[in-house]
């Protein structure tokens, strides 16, 4: 069974049987790209962390409409792929771990920067006012041969220019909170009614999930009440509850699928080599979409790179590609993903600086698999198909995303 079947498959089955079939879906990818026993020892480990993943309680017993709420959700929301391009506040990652060049790469946002001189930045309401800055990331990182020996560094940014799921951070509807205020002065309306059939420990508890609620801006579901305090509640309020449940999931639904526009620009330095003598400049497009209740992304990329060397004979290789794929999210456990497939299609034109028996124009059929290790935590595999000379390479990467802000 090829990886793209065993996708397609774990798709459509139910949980129970789709621990199954992630063992057989690793076995695949260790026979195929991962021969050392180090990488099968650590797959093992991938494992055994991503069933108590699945095993954990799904929690959606909570909304919350003020600004770090609606923050949380959307990062909730985020993809891996996602994440990868722009990350939320700092991102270390390791870059091709099972080939020739590996490399140790570290992005931080400048926000994440200008916090370390000014904690009162990470505060939601200042978090929201940092456009720019939440929107440029810097990348710095070491490059290793293959016998993990310094073979000189990178350096580059990344410029969101577009991010419209971003500009939503801290904003809902003005309908929304209407219907927010208007269940919680329900709610207020009869504590006191349920003060007089009830003791005072009840009223006491029941009135500080209330206020606390209230206070940050949380909205408390149905289930969350006593069923004696539920039955003084008019009819109207299970309406409202149901609707702005509704409402609530459309607007981070409608958040998702905005898009992200970035540009960047990267270089690497060797000890013998001058400035800007390797670098590459890059443009990514990212849509979010749904399609049957699968949540997916449209991901679409290109860049110019160029590489001048006279260490032994004078070699300039200039070379633009173009990449078009979708990102599914597979399995999910609530908004979050926890594992991706991303099948996609490059082109790729080498105007200057062709190998011995390479072609300019090349074609290939890609495919991106991330798996959601713990929290914060992604192991993305990416292999590559040359469609015209039948060769298949594959690249083991590690990422792990660091949070922006606490959200009591």
């Known amino acids: 069974m090829t990886i793209s079947l065993l996708i397609r498959h774990l798709i459509k089955i139910p949980l129970p049987k789709q621990e199954k079939l992630i063992w057989s879906l690793i076995h695949l990818i260790q026979t195929k790209v991962m021969k050392n026993l180090i990488f099968k020892s650590f797959f093992i480990i991938l494992i055994q962390n991503f069933t108590i993943i699945i095993a954990q309680e799904i929690e959606l017993n909570e909304k919350t409409i003020n600004s770090a709420g609606v923050y949380k959700r959307i990062q909730e929301t985020k993809t891996g792929n996602w994440k990868d391009v722009m990350t939320d506040f700092m991102q ?29 930045l990470l505060a939601d309401y200042n978090y929201a006012q940092e456009t720019f800055s939440r929107n440029f990331q810097i990348t710095v990182g070491l490059n290793l041969d293959n016998d993990y020996k310094f073979d000189g560094f990178q350096y580059g940014f ?33 504590l006191q009614a349920y003060r007089q059939t009830h003791n005072n420990d009840e009223f006491i508890r029941l009135k500080q999930i209330i206020n606390d609620a209230y206070e940050k801006g949380q909205y408390i579901p149905r289930e969350n009440f006593p069923e004696a305090f539920l039955n003084t509640l008019p009819e109207n309020y299970i309406q409202m509850t149901k609707a702005f449940e509704k409402k609530f999931n459309d607007e981070i639904e ?39 209740g699968n949540k997916m ?39 979050e993903s926890l594992i991706e497939f991303k099948p996609n299609f490059e082109f790729k034109r080498i105007f200057s600086g062709l190998m011995e028996d390479e072609k300019n124009n090349q074609f290939l059929a890609n ?11 992604w192991l993305p595999l990416v292999l590559k198909y040359d469609i015209e000379n039948n060769n298949l390479f594959g690249f083991l990467n590690i990422s792990f995303n660091f949070d922006a802000i606490k959200n009591e």
Not at 165 to 175: F, G, N, V, W
Request: proline residues 1%; hydrophobic residues 40%.
């Open 367 to 377: 495919a991106d698999l991330r798996i959601k290790v713990l929290k914060n935590l």
């Open 254 to 292: 409608a958040i998702r699928m905005r898009p992200l526009l970035t540009v960047g620009f990267h270089s690497n330095f060797k000890k013998e080599s001058k400035f800007l003598d390797e670098y590459d400049a890059s443009l990514i497009y990212l849509q979010g979409l749904t399609k049957k």
């Open 92 to 120: 270390a990652a390791v870059k091709d771990l099972t080939g020739d060049k590996k490399s140790f790469q570290y992005k931080a946002s400048l926000f994440s920067i200008k916090s370390r001189a000014d904690s009162t």
């Open 158 to 190: 990344d410029w969101a220019i577009v991010n419209k799921r971003d500009l939503s951070i801290a904003k809902t509807s003005k309908e929304l909170e209407h219907m927010f205020e208007t269940c919680n002065s329900m709610l207020i309306d009869k």
């Open 297 to 335: 992304e449209i991901d679409f990329r290109n860049q110019f790179k160029a590489k001048d060397s006279i260490a032994e004979s004078v070699f300039k290789r200039r070379e633009f590609s173009s990449q078009l794929g979708l990102n599914i999210s597979v399995l999910k456990k609530g908004e």
